[in-house]
Nanobody, 115 residues
Framework: QVQLVESGGGLVQPGGSLRLSCAAS????????MRWYRQAPGKERELVAF???????NYADSVKGRFTISRDNGKNTVYLQMNALKPEDTAVYYC?????????WGQGTQVTVSS
């Protein structure tokens, strides 16, 4: 059974930083491409960042230069380092893994950027 468990969300002031983690189990993590999505109230879920099994990364234009996705295959964990946070980054952040056509989701972690 594949499980993705996010952690690291919370309340932060504008300009602050958070690091999200997503621990995977039940999957050959090193061969999976991993993504972070987010969904703000009243909006559709959007792709924030992804990292291929080989380490190539890509980002949404809205977070380029502020967010960094990385992975530690030894710990079966993907990270999202978020810097210079803005109120518009407020959302539930979801971890997503894809392996051999199967798609897996975590339960989400809330990020709130507010003064």
């Amino acid at each position: 059974q594949v499980q993705l468990v996010e952690s690291g969300g919370g309340l932060v002031q504008p300009g602050g930083s958070l690091r999200l983690s997503c621990a995977a189990s039940g999957i050959i993590f090193s061969l999976a491409s991993m993504r972070w999505y987010r969904q703000a109230p009243g909006k559709e879920r959007e792709l924030v960042a992804f990292i291929h099994s080989g380490g190539n990364t890509n980002y949404a234009d809205s977070v380029k230069g502020r967010f960094t996705i990385s992975r530690d295959n030894g710990k079966n964990t993907v990270y999202l380092q978020m810097n210079a946070l803005k109120p518009e980054d407020t959302a539930v952040y979801y971890c997503n893994g894809v392996r051999m056509g199967s798609v897996y989701w975590g339960q989400g972690t809330q990020v709130t950027v507010s003064s």
